[in-house]
Every structure is written in structure tokens, then in C-alpha cells.
């Protein structure tokens, strides 16, 4: 029950590359990235931008452009806002312009929302236009490729 068992040589420790046990899918090498956090009691006085997660419980009077935003309760932005996702619980002066945003029922938004998909929750505030993103319209296939109308052209030529 308590027998001694011999030790099997010490291996080596794999490669980032080698170490993925889920079924060969790639992945960037090192720990995913940790939200920043603007604390409550903190005042920034400028633009932010990153390309990873922010969480703000401070005051930002600047422009911010990060890959993801979580306004919390206290956060508190003066200037426009450019994300791929944002949730507001806090209060936003200014633009926004983000694929997601979500407005719970304690934000307070005073500016243009520019998005693919916005959620307001009942209790929030918004004042402002909300605008869809206008995607491209697709090439069109009735030109030809010297940019000239073949409706115009003469027939039989």
C-alpha cells in the first residue's frame, strides 16, 4: 500500500507549441492578458487606447480606444469612445462607436451610439442618435473592368 516507487527521470518541460493538449489548436504563447482597471479614485487627463481590456471606475477626460470597455458604476468618460465591445454602467459624455454595447439600468449616456448591436436595459439613460454601422454594399458585377457601362456600349462592335 505504502511501497516506495522508483522516480521516473526527470523530462524536460515542453514548448509553448507542444504543451497544447486540447486537440492541436494554435495559441499565442504566454498568459492571456489581464483587464486593466482605472481605480475609482483615479483621474486621467488624456486619450487612452490599448489593445486589450479596459476597466474603468475612475474619471477619463480624453478619448478612449481599446479593444474591449467595461464603464463600471463610478467610471466616468469625457470624450469619445471607439471599441469592438463596451458595457456601461457608469456615465459616457461624448461618442460611441462600438460593434456591442450594452446600457445597464445605471448608465448614463449623452452622445451618439454608433453600432452593429446595442442593448438598453430599462432605468438607462440615453440621449443621443443611435446609429447602425453601414456595411459596404458589395462590388457590383455589372461593370466591366474599365470601369465603363456595357450597357453603353454599341452593339454588335
Known amino acids: ?12 518541460p515542453l514548448g509553448p507549441a507542444l504543451a497544447d493538449h486540447g486537440g492541436g489548436s494554435a495559441r499565442k504563447p504566454g498568459p492571456p492578458k489581464a ?10 487627463e ?6 486589450g481590456e479596459l476597466q474603468l ?6 478619448d478612449v480606444r481599446v479593444a474591449r470597455l467595461s464603464v463600471g458604476e463610478t467610471g466616468h468618460i469625457e470624450g469619445a469612445v471607439q471599441c469592438e465591445a463596451v458595457i456601461v454602467r457608469g456615465r459616457i459624455i461624448g461618442s460611441v462607436t462600438a460593434k456591442q454595447v450594452q446600457l445597464f439600468p ?8 454608433t ?4 442593448v ?21 458585377i455589372a461593370g466591366s473592368a474599365d470601369g465603363s457601362d456595357p450597357a453603353s456600349q454599341p452593339v454588335g462592335s
Do not use: N
Request: charged share 20%.
Open 35 to 44: 483587464a486593466s482597471i482605472i481605480a475609482a479614485d483615479v483621474t486621467i
Open 115 to 118: 453600432h452593429e448591436q446595442l
Open 46 to 51: 488624456g486619450d487612452v487606447s490599448g489593445d
Open 120 to 140: 438598453i436595459e430599462a432605468g438607462a439613460y440615453f440621449q443621443g442618435r443611435s446609429l447602425k454601422f453601414q456595411r459596404p454594399p458589395p462590388p457590383s
Open 57 to 62: 471606475d475612475g474619471l477619463i477626460r480624453g
Open 1 to 12: 500500500m505504502f511501497s516506495r516507487q522508483t522516480k521516473a527521470p526527470a523530462r524536460p
Open 106 to 113: 445605471t448608465a448614463h449616456v449623452d452622445g451618439d451610439v
